[in-house]
């Protein structure tokens, strides 16, 4: 009888040729592919990093770059698996290659590559800006920087577990996926995708990736039965036979195809001699149901390290704490004296459990997350902190200057040492690590840092008030401004106590700043502000210009315009005093509040002083918000092309800088203007560059912008209906917004649901028009006023009326340059109509056709000339009527303006043109009453002279007029243009 061959334990890779061939298809390889990205899921021990390790082997030999990082189960590092891959990149690049191709923008890498200046000889600072603005440029470096690898040759980045991924590590790979399209570059991440893996950050970072055509979606699924089959054949190099099949079965169903697993129980059977080969054939010794069950399966990691030394259990314990990989040093000078032998780690590798890393690092890893996972939830509580500490002291003698990963090892292992190594030091290197982490611009990292030190206890007083502060700070700017007054008002209670009036300011300027944006200042910031200022020093100082100017802000907020102006030239002038620069621009950069108590022009002049201060002391986030806010300014002023002048150069400036919420805002004006002037396509394509913009936005939801704007686009075009149900949604939910009631209405009009129309306005009446107030109510108006016209409810537009009658003579602006509705005398004009007042409609309408033509709001002058026509003909004014409806046709054809031109055949036939003229030659004739050229008019109508010449004929012929001026004349005598 033949001798039994026993095995030795190995993990063949199988069942993974679809995939594999799917990763090599992806790899760009040509000039003409573009970048891809590759995401791969899986659950725990599914086999994502085998696969993607022996994909890395094969493109590799074939000369593509391949650049690898992974995310930490333990100490979360801001950008850490990009550090690590591109650290592999900037070692290996000549650096005056390198310095060429990132150029200026090398600067921004400094933060997350601190060593790279001395490196390359010598960087440009980062830019300080909003915090949106210095994300944005360091992600669009490291874009540069790939871009530039991917130039020589072409390139795989593999991100692995990123389930474990930072957000600043997400927000980098969301960046990729919207970069460098025509970059040799393969972006290849794993995560697992069970349910209890995925948190909502990485959640919502898959959705976002998954809308970008060249992302490709992998899942691996467990081994099939053929697939196990194959896994034993070549581990145990047996023949295939009916019994090898039967046993792969049986093992499929206990491991559910699992690869970690799979591989697990078959170490589980070499070394306990369960499994032989006799005959080339595989045999077990004894049943496969007598040696393991699915349960025994899944603690088949315990059962292994029971096998162990005791003493490897323990270097395998401290292993664990120390992470997933790890040096050898470190674990010799962790380790107790009798743990140290060179040797004592073999069993360990032997065993399968880790395996030693590439010379030539004297370093170790766990062969999987499960087997180190298994060993750390093993430990009691005061094992893990002793060993932490241990881990943690040996840190500090390896890493004397310790980098970013360092710091925030040392500050994870000390914070669990606390316990029994007390606080210090682990308030200590919290307080370093989120400070480094703020410099990467991770501030939910640095927050988080700074959470650990507050909770693990800072004894002194004025120091926790300080750490409540940075808190704050790093909370506002990572978007999360309800965390960050919590933060602030614990900063104030310290002070309070203290009886420190520096902090207490200090505490209630950053608690103002987090309530602005989100306008939010029903919080408290005024109370706050104001018993600062009681409690800080009378003296003029940098500190009350601060505290003075944010007071300012919120009382204009309030409504308090008159206390407000009184605390905002205080400031200004304890500002110019001081010659405090940047105080002073910030103050007269608020001043855009301040429209209760400055007239627009007074405010546009303190805004051109902010940004010139701003310039001069090289301040780009209070330079961008003033020339944001002077564009709104010269809006409101109805000034349209210094207002477009300013966008282009706002949009030149924030271009340059890359800053993605000035880039936002720039692209909802021109949305804005576009739609004014009649450009329907183009105001479509700028509202969808802002909202694009403004998905890069750290706790600013744009969402609401792009709702506006498109309900006005698609109201132009006649598609109101697609955003029917959305808007009935958010008319009927109070986190909608308030305008969304209003723009029900003014929805239901278009589509011709006028007993829907009323039922609407009916509760407006009954309810008042007070709950619109604090949401977009310039809009919620016009809605009504649109809504209150079509349905001539009188009642509605005797409520309106009053609330728009500031307007009479200016332009309409919904919120900050969101929209841009023409004069507000077009809807004063329909009300007054609405309500039977005709002479007064009649002036308002005339005016809005002088202020809309002179403004050059030509969809809007569309719109005028309907309604002032709609009045004439319901009052019997057939003649004028057809004069302002033709008028109102020819715009609509001229413009594209779908609704508007359904709305004019809806009212049928009216009165025809004099002498038969066309809709086409009476615009034409109308500018030629108006004293313009042929080629005048041609660039009026985007016509060629030519075609504006031999329309001048044709109308000198109908009208039997034999020169301009009889022509002229004839539109006079005709009432085709005001006399």
């Known amino acids: 009888m033949p001798e039994p061959v026993f095995l030795v334990a190995s993990s063949p890779f199988v069942g993974r040729s679809r995939e594999l061939l799917t990763l090599r298809a992806l790899v760009p390889h040509a000039e003409s592919e573009g970048r891809r990205i590759a995401l791969v899921g899986g659950e725990a021990g599914s086999g994502k990093s085998r696969l993607v390790r022996e994909f890395a082997s094969e493109v590799a030999e074939d000369g593509v770059l391949v650049l690898t990082g992974a995310c930490d189960a333990m100490v979360r590092t801001p950008y850490r698996p990009f550090v690590e891959a591109l650290d592999q990149l900037v070692r290996t690049t000549d650096p005056d290659v390198l310095r060429g191709e990132l150029g200026s923008a090398g600067g921004e890498l400094t933060r997350i590559f601190p060593d790279l200046s001395a490196r390359l000889g010598g960087l440009p600072e980062p830019v300080g800006a909003d915090p949106d603005t210095e994300r944005h440029r360091l992600h669009t470096a490291v874009s540069d920087l790939l871009a530039g690898a991917c130039r020589r040759r072409p390139l795989v980045l593999v991100i692995e577990d990123g389930h474990w991924a930072d957000g600043p590590t997400l927000q980098l790979l969301r960046h990729l996926a919207r970069s460098v399209p025509d970059a040799r570059l393969l972006v290849l991440a794993t995560f697992r995708d069970t349910d209890a893996d995925v948190p909502a950050e990485l959640a919502d970072a898959l959705a976002d990736l998954r809308r970008s055509d060249d992302v490709v979606r992998l899942r691996l699924a467990g081994l099939t039965d053929d697939d196990v089959t194959e896994y034993l054949r070549r581990s145990a190099g047996a023949d295939a036979d009916p019994a090898l099949a039967e046993l792969a079965h049986a093992i499929q169903a206990l491991t559910q195809g699992n690869a970690f697993l799979l591989s697990e129980l078959w170490r589980t059977l070499v070394e306990t001699d369960a499994i032989v080969v006799t005959d080339g054939a595989l045999r077990l010794t004894r049943p496969l149901e007598e040696i393991a069950t699915p349960q025994s399966v899944r603690e088949v990691v315990s059962q292994r390290l029971s096998r162990l030394d005791a003493t490897v259990r323990d270097l395998l314990e401290l292993a664990a704490v120390a992470g997933a990989e790890f040096e050898l040093d470190l674990l010799r000078r962790a380790a107790p004296a009798e743990l140290t032998r060179l040797d004592a780690l073999e069993p360990a590798v032997r065993s399968g459990m880790i395996e030693e890393l590439p010379a030539p690092r004297l370093a170790y890893r766990f062969t999987h997350e499960l087997v180190r996972r298994a060993l750390y939830d093993r430990l009691s509580g005061l094992r893990r902190a002793e060993l932490h500490l241990r881990v943690g002291e040996a840190l500090e003698e390896l890493a004397p200057s310790p980098d970013a990963r360092a710091l925030a090892g040392l500050a994870y292992h000390f914070a669990a040492a606390s316990p029994i190594g007390g606080p210090e030091r682990a308030v200590e290197y919290s307080l370093r690590a989120a400070r480094t982490a703020a410099g990467a611009l991770a501030y939910e990292e640095a927050a988080a840092h700074l959470q650990t030190a507050l909770r693990i206890g800072i004894a002194d007083d004025r120091r926790r008030a300080e750490t409540q502060l940075e808190l704050g700070t790093a909370e506002f700017r990572a978007g999360t401004s309800l965390d960050a007054l919590q933060a602030f008002r614990e900063a104030a209670e310290i002070a309070r106590d203290l009886g420190d009036g520096e902090l207490l300011a200090r505490a209630a300027i950053g608690f103002e700043d987090a309530c602005w944006r989100p306008a939010m200042h029903e919080q408290g910031a005024r109370a706050l502000l104001e018993e600062a200022s009681a409690a800080l020093s009378d003296e003029d100082s940098k500190l009350r210009v601060g505290l003075l100017s944010g007071l300012a802000r919120t009382l204009e907020f309030e409504g308090a315009s008159a206390r407000g102006k009184v605390v905002r030239d205080e400031a200004i002038a304890m500002a110019r005093r001081l010659d405090d620069r940047r105080g002073l621009a910030a103050v007269l950069m608020r001043a855009y509040w301040a429209r209760g108590t400055l007239g627009l022009r007074e405010i546009l002049a303190m805004l051109d002083e902010a940004c010139e201060l701003a310039e001069q002391i090289g301040d780009i986030e209070i330079r961008a918000e003033a020339m944001e806010w002077r564009v709104a300014t010269l809006l409101a002023l109805g000034e349209v092309e210094a207002a477009r002048d300013a966008i282009a ?265 004099p002498s038969g003229l066309s809709d086409r030659e009476l615009e034409i004739l109308r500018l030629v009453a108006r004293g313009l050229s042929n080629r005048e008019i041609g660039a009026e109508l985007y016509i060629s002279e030519h075609t504006a010449a031999n329309h001048i004929r044709s109308i000198l012929r109908k009208t039997q007029s034999a020169n301009r001026t009889e022509a002229t004349a004839f539109a006079y005598e005709h009432g085709l243009v005001d006399a």
């Open 649 to 913: 150069v706002v949009l030149e400036m924030a271009q340059q800088m890359r800053q993605p919420f000035i880039l936002h805002v720039a692209e909802h004006y021109r949305s804005s203007l576009e739609l004014f002037e009649g450009h329907i396509a183009e105001a479509e394509r700028a509202a969808e560059r802002s909202r694009e913009w403004g998905q890069l936005l750290t706790g600013r939801d744009a969402s609401g912008i792009y709702g506006i704007q498109m309900f006005g686009i698609r109201r132009e075009q006649g598609r109101l209906a697609e955003l029917a149900p959305l808007i009935r949604i958010l008319a009927t939910d109070d986190r909608g917004g308030s305008a969304w009631r209003p723009g029900l209405a003014a929805l239901l009009a278009e589509l011709g649901m006028d007993d829907d129309v009323r039922r609407e306005l009916g509760r407006v009446l009954e309810s008042g028009l007070d709950a619109f107030r604090a949401g977009l109510w310039v809009a919620s108006l016009t809605y009504l006023a649109d809504a209150a016209a079509a349905v001539g409810d009188g009642d509605i537009a005797e409520l309106v009326y009053p609330e728009l009658e500031p307007l009479t003579g200016l332009n309409v602006m919904i919120g900050h340059g969101v929209a841009s509705y023409g004069s507000g005398d077009r809807y004063l004009g329909m009300l007054a109509a609405t309500v039977g007042d005709s002479a007064r409609a009649e002036r308002h309408f005339e005016a809005a056709i002088e202020l809309n033509r002179r403004m050059g709001a030509m969809t809007w002058l569309a719109h005028t000339h309907f309604e002032y026509g709609r009045m004439l003909l319901r009052d019997g004014e057939p003649e004028r009527a057809a004069a302002q409806l033709a008028e109102a046709g020819a715009l609509a054809d001229r413009f594209g303006l779908t609704t508007l031109r359904a709305r004019l055949t809806s009212l049928g036939p009216t009165a025809p043109n």
